[in-house]
T-cell receptor
């Protein structure tokens, strides 16, 4: 059974801080991962994906993938109140498996 | 179309009735997924279509749930003899599969309430 695990939170950070979100997965054959953001009452929207070991940066967001340790993380620099949402990690394969999501709260 | 379209956006039904949920994916997208999201929970995978075939239907909760896709486009998720635990938001997503990682494009979902 392929699984994607996330700490449900909530994770609370002050405005301007770095928020660190983590995800672990069970399938060693996994190749690529996606981070989605979901605002309350809305559908998930893609933030970024990563498929190579190491870091991938896009603006204030950095995704990190460590295949040996089977974890993927998302760092949000200079966190803003508008970043307050649930962040979902999705594993690869034909059936994209989502973690339960981590709720982030950024206080101003 | 411009995006993934789902209908109805809201559906209230009585326990025991059948319901049909429709998903119209982005034109040209080859794969289509159905997920269920209960209140405060994550996305639960239901079924995946590649063209009109469903290589993975392992997430369907019971035999009351079925889905089909016709013409490589529109998909219908049918729930027979609905139960209160079926109440959730049902999300459809489509994807254009290519040589690299492709993101899911989600519809706005159908909120199903079984009374």
């Amino acid at each position: 059974q392929k699984e994607v695990e996330q700490n449900s939170g909530p994770l609370s950070v002050p405005e301007g801080a770095i928020a660190s979100l983590n995800c672990t997965y069970s399938d060693r054959g996994s190749q690529s991962f996606f981070w989605y953001r979901q605002y309350s009452g809305k559908s998930p929207e893609l933030i970024m994906f990563i498929y190579s070991n190491g870091d991938k940066e896009d603006g204030r967001f950095t995704a990190q993938l460590n295949k040996a340790s089977q974890y993927v993380s998302l760092l949000i620099r200079d966190s803003q109140p508008s970043d307050s949402a649930t962040y979902l990690c999705a594993g690869p394969g034909t059936a994209l498996i989502f973690g339960k999501g981590t709720t982030l709260s950024v206080s101003s | 179309g411009a995006g993934v379209s789902q209908s109805p956006s809201n559906k209230v039904t009585e326990k025991g009735k059948d319901v049909e949920l429709r998903c119209d994916p982005i034109s040209g997208h080859t794969a289509l997924y159905w997920y269920r999201q209960s209140l405060g929970q994550g996305l639960e995978f239901l079924i995946y279509f590649q063209g009109n075939s469903a290589p993975d239907k392992s997430g369907l909760p019971s035999d009351r749930f079925s889905a089909e896709r016709t013409g490589g486009s529109v998909s219908t998720l049918t729930i027979q003899r609905t139960q209160q635990e079926d109440s959730a938001v049902y999300l459809c997503a489509s994807i254009l599969q290519g040589t690299g990682p492709s993101p899911l494009h989600f519809g706005n979902g159908t909120r199903l309430t079984v009374t």
